[in-house]
């Protein structure tokens, strides 16, 4: 399975998250450890999500925002 990430430089190097799985985040000096540690982040968020009876993941959706 393929998951979006949402990767944001920081102070201390990147943190990184997967919007399809609300609270599933990670992160790491740079942005290829960052990477690898959500993806050890979501094979466990999967998991734990499978163990529980809980949907793999959550609809993402698009919004127009006018500003």
Do not use: D, F, H
């Amino acid at each position: 399975m393929k998951y979006k990430v949402a990767l944001k430089k920081s102070k201390e190097g990147y943190s990184v998250s997967c919007p399809g799985l609300p609270g599933c985040w990670s992160q790491g000096k740079t942005e290829q450890e960052a990477e690898g540690n959500i993806r050890e982040a979501i094979k466990e968020c999967l998991e734990v999500r499978a163990e529980k009876g809980m949907p793999l993941t959550v609809e993402i959706r698009q919004v127009e925002v006018n500003v």
